[in-house]
C-alpha cells in the first residue's frame, strides 16, 4: 500500500464521503488511489470552487471537508477557500500536491513554500517531506481541525511521499482500528458554581441580551437556546454571517448583530448584562466596546475552546463547555428564579419593527431589474419549508438580513464573516450534496455569481441541480 492508498483508505475510515479537487502536479498517485478505492471526486473548473466546497461541506454537516489541488497556482486559487474556513471556525483540510523532494529547492515546476502560504489561515500546516511521517502528520491536522473550535488545517504532500510504500506498521494500525466518523460534536458541561453566578447575573439583570454564534450551531444548541428564551424572555440575536440555530421564529429572537439591517441592536447599547454563546467578540459585535456596548456591560462567555473566552474583551464570567450543555444546566438553575424581562424584550421588538417599517413602503415598484428589497420579499415564502438556503456575500446580503429576519436554522448557511463574493454558485454544489433529498436556494448578486460561474457545469455533470436567483 503506497501512501496515497493509505491515506484515501483513511479519510474514508473517518467518514469522508467525497473530495473535491482540480488535478494537475503532484496529485496522481492521491487521484488513482482516489479512484481504485471508490472515494467519490467531485472535479471542478477553478481550485477556488474546490477550497469553497469543501469550506460549505464542513460548516454544514459538520464533518471535515477535503479539498484536493495541485502544486503552485493551484495551491494558492486554493488559499480564498481556506481563509474563508479559518474566519468561520469550519472543519476543512486541504491537501496540496508538489514535486518531488530530490529537486525541491533548485526551482522545480511549481515550487513555492506552500506551507508557509497557508499557515496563517490554518490551526495545523506541514509539508510532509516522506511517507514515514504521513500518519503522524495526518492524525495531527485531522485532530486540530475537529477540536476546540473548529478550523481549516493543510498538509502538502510531494508525489514521491504519495507513491512510495506506508510503513507496514502504519497499515496495520488503519486496518485494526475501527472507522469512526470525524464530526465536531464538544459535549463538556461548564462549572456548576460559574453557571449559578451567570443566570443569578441574567435574572438580576435590568436589560440582559444574547448574542449566539458559530460555537452554538456546532453544539446543537437551537433546542435549549429555545427552552431557555421560553423561560427568560432576554432578547436573542445570532452574529451576522455566522452559522444559525434559530430553527423556527421565536418571540426572543430579535435577529443579526447588524446597525444597517436590524433596529434591535441599538438595544445592545443598553445592555448592562450580555451572554455571549460560542461567538466571537469581532466586528460585528463592535469589539465589545462603545458605542456598540456601555462602558459598563458586563459578559458572561460561554465556549467549547478556552482560548475564546478572553479573546478582545475579558468577561465578568468565562465558562468553558459547549453552549448546548451550559444551556441545559443554565435553564436548570433558573428555574429557581423569576424573570421579568418581557418589557425590556418588547423594547428591542419595538426598535427592530421601527426599523422594518422605513423600508416597507419601498422596493415594491415595477421596475426592471428588479430591486433586491423585491427579490427578498418574492422568495421569503418559499422558504418556510425545508429549503437549504444560500446567502452569497456582496450587497445582496444585507437586504436578505433585514427581510429574511425571523428564523436562522442552521440548514441556512452563508458565504461567513469574510463576505466573500463568487462562493454561492459552488457552494451551492455542496450544499446539495449534504443535503440532497432538500431543495437547494441559492440567493447571489450578481457580481458574486460571475466570479464562479462556470461552476454550473460541474452542477450539471453531477446532477445536483439547485435554483440560483441572482
Same mark, same amino acid.
Given at each position: 500500500?503506497?501512501?496515497?492508498?493509505?491515506?484515501?483508505?483513511?479519510?474514508?475510515?473517518?467518514?469522508?464521503? @467525497?473530495?473535491?479537487? /482540480?488535478? %494537475?502536479?503532484?496529485?496522481?498517485?492521491? #487521484?488513482?488511489?482516489? *479512484? =481504485?478505492?471508490?472515494?467519490?471526486?467531485?472535479?471542478?473548473?477553478?481550485?477556488?470552487?474546490?477550497?469553497?466546497?469543501?469550506?460549505?461541506?464542513?460548516?454544514?454537516?459538520?464533518?471535515?471537508?477535503?479539498?484536493?489541488?495541485?502544486?503552485?497556482?493551484?495551491?494558492?486559487?486554493?488559499?480564498?477557500?481556506?481563509?474563508?474556513?479559518?474566519?468561520?471556525?469550519?472543519?476543512?483540510?486541504l491537501i496540496s500536491g508538489c514535486?518531488?523532494?530530490?529537486?525541491?529547492?533548485?526551482?522545480?515546476?511549481?515550487?513555492?513554500?506552500?506551507?508557509?502560504?497557508?499557515?496563517?489561515?490554518?490551526?495545523?500546516?506541514?509539508?510532509?517531506?516522506?511517507?514515514?511521517?504521513?500518519?503522524?502528520?495526518?492524525?495531527?491536522? @485531522?485532530?486540530?481541525? /475537529?477540536? %476546540?473550535?473548529?478550523?481549516?488545517?493543510? #498538509?502538502?504532500?510531494? *508525489? =514521491?511521499?504519495?507513491?512510495?510504500?506506508?510503513?507496514?506498521?502504519?497499515?496495520?494500525?488503519?486496518?485494526?482500528?475501527?472507522?469512526?466518523?470525524?464530526?465536531?460534536?464538544?459535549?463538556?458541561?461548564?462549572?456548576?458554581?460559574?453557571?449559578?453566578?451567570?443566570?443569578?447575573?441574567?435574572?438580576?439583570?435590568?436589560?440582559?441580551?444574547?448574542?449566539?454564534?458559530?460555537?452554538?450551531?456546532?453544539?446543537?444548541?437551537?433546542?435549549?437556546?429555545?427552552?431557555?428564551?421560553?423561560?427568560?424572555?432576554?432578547?436573542?440575536?445570532?452574529?451576522?454571517?455566522?452559522?444559525?440555530?434559530?430553527?423556527?421564529?421565536?418571540?426572543?429572537?430579535?435577529?443579526?448583530?447588524?446597525?444597517?439591517?436590524?433596529?434591535?441592536?441599538?438595544?445592545?447599547?443598553?445592555?448592562?448584562?450580555?451572554?455571549?454563546?460560542?461567538?466571537?467578540?469581532?466586528?460585528?459585535?463592535?469589539?465589545?466596546?462603545?458605542?456598540?456596548?456601555?462602558?459598563?456591560?458586563r459578559f458572561i462567555r460561554v465556549?467549547?475552546?478556552?482560548?475564546?473566552?478572553?479573546?478582545?474583551?475579558?468577561?465578568?464570567?468565562?465558562?468553558?463547555?459547549?453552549?448546548?450543555?451550559?444551556?441545559?444546566?443554565?435553564?436548570?438553575?433558573?428555574?429557581?428564579?423569576?424573570?421579568?424581562?418581557?418589557?425590556?424584550?418588547?423594547?428591542?421588538?419595538?426598535?427592530?419593527?421601527?426599523?422594518?417599517?422605513?423600508?416597507?413602503?419601498?422596493?415594491?415598484?415595477?421596475?426592471?431589474?428588479?430591486?433586491?428589497?423585491?427579490?427578498?420579499?418574492?422568495?421569503?415564502?418559499?422558504?418556510?419549508?425545508?429549503?437549504?438556503?444560500?446567502?452569497?456575500?456582496?450587497?445582496?446580503?444585507?437586504?436578505?438580513?433585514?427581510?429574511?429576519?425571523?428564523?436562522?436554522?442552521?440548514?441556512?448557511?452563508?458565504?461567513?464573516?469574510?463576505?466573500?463574493?463568487?462562493?454561492?454558485?459552488?457552494?451551492?454544489?455542496?450544499?446539495?450534496?449534504?443535503?440532497?433529498?432538500?431543495?437547494?436556494?441559492?440567493?447571489?448578486?450578481?457580481?458574486?455569481?460571475?466570479?464562479?460561474?462556470?461552476?454550473?457545469?460541474?452542477?450539471?455533470?453531477?446532477?445536483?441541480?439547485?435554483?440560483?436567483?441572482?
Amino acid at each position: 500500500m503506497n501512501g496515497a492508498h493509505w491515506l484515501v483508505e483513511t479519510l474514508q475510515r473517518r467518514g469522508v464521503e @467525497i473530495v473535491f479537487g /482540480l488535478c %494537475g502536479n503532484g496529485l496522481k498517485p492521491f #487521484l488513482d488511489a482516489c *479512484v =481504485d478505492l471508490q472515494m467519490r471526486v467531485i472535479d471542478v473548473r477553478n481550485e477556488q470552487s474546490a477550497a469553497y466546497m469543501a469550506d460549505t461541506w464542513g460548516r454544514m454537516t459538520k464533518r471535515i471537508g477535503v479539498a484536493a489541488v495541485s502544486a503552485g497556482p493551484g495551491h494558492t486559487n486554493a488559499l480564498t477557500g481556506l481563509a474563508n474556513a479559518f474566519w468561520d471556525g469550519g472543519p476543512m483540510l486541504l491537501i496540496s500536491g508538489c514535486s518531488g523532494t530530490q529537486t525541491r529547492g533548485m526551482g522545480h515546476f511549481q515550487e513555492l513554500d506552500q506551507v508557509s502560504m497557508a499557515a496563517p489561515v490554518c490551526k495545523y500546516a506541514r509539508f510532509v517531506d516522506r511517507v514515514e511521517v504521513l500518519e503522524h502528520e495526518f492524525t495531527n491536522a @485531522i485532530g486540530a481541525s /475537529l477540536s %476546540g473550535r473548529p478550523g481549516p488545517v493543510h #498538509l502538502t504532500i510531494p *508525489v =514521491d511521499a504519495l507513491a512510495a510504500q506506508m510503513p507496514d506498521s502504519a497499515v496495520h494500525r488503519l486496518r485494526a482500528s475501527p472507522s469512526t466518523v470525524g464530526e465536531v460534536n464538544p459535549q463538556a458541561p461548564g462549572d456548576p458554581d460559574l453557571i449559578r453566578d451567570a443566570v443569578k447575573q441574567l435574572a438580576d439583570a435590568k436589560s440582559p441580551a444574547i448574542v449566539v454564534g458559530n460555537g452554538a450551531f456546532y453544539a446543537n444548541a437551537g433546542s435549549a437556546l429555545a427552552e431557555f428564551a421560553g423561560l427568560t424572555h432576554i432578547p436573542i440575536f445570532s452574529n451576522m454571517w455566522s452559522r444559525g440555530c434559530i430553527e423556527t421564529a421565536l418571540d426572543a429572537y430579535v435577529g443579526v448583530t447588524s446597525g444597517e439591517v436590524n433596529g434591535a441592536y441599538a438595544s445592545l447599547a443598553e445592555s448592562d448584562v450580555v451572554l455571549v454563546l460560542g461567538a466571537r467578540v469581532d466586528f460585528r459585535l463592535g469589539y465589545g466596546r462603545p458605542p456598540v456596548f456601555s462602558e459598563s456591560a458586563r459578559f458572561i462567555r460561554v465556549d467549547a475552546d478556552p482560548s475564546e473566552l478572553s479573546r478582545t474583551i475579558e468577561p465578568e464570567i468565562g465558562i468553558v463547555g459547549d453552549p448546548r450543555s451550559v444551556l441545559g444546566q443554565m435553564i436548570e438553575a433558573g428555574k429557581r428564579y423569576i424573570w421579568n424581562h418581557q418589557a425590556w424584550l418588547a423594547n428591542a421588538r419595538q426598535r427592530r419593527e421601527a426599523l422594518l417599517a422605513k423600508w416597507e413602503p419601498r422596493g415594491r415598484e415595477e421596475v426592471c431589474p428588479l430591486t433586491s428589497l423585491r427579490i427578498c420579499r418574492e422568495i421569503q415564502p418559499f422558504l418556510n419549508g425545508n429549503v437549504t438556503f444560500l446567502l452569497d456575500g456582496g450587497n445582496i446580503g444585507r437586504w436578505a438580513h433585514l427581510i429574511l429576519w425571523n428564523r436562522h436554522p442552521e440548514y441556512w448557511s452563508t458565504c461567513g464573516a469574510s463576505g466573500v463574493v463568487g462562493w454561492g454558485v459552488p457552494g451551492a454544489i455542496a450544499a446539495k450534496l449534504a443535503r440532497p433529498d432538500k431543495p437547494v436556494l441559492l440567493l447571489s448578486g450578481d457580481g458574486s455569481a460571475g466570479f464562479t460561474i462556470t461552476e454550473i457545469e460541474t452542477a450539471l455533470r453531477f446532477n445536483t441541480p439547485y435554483t440560483a436567483v441572482v
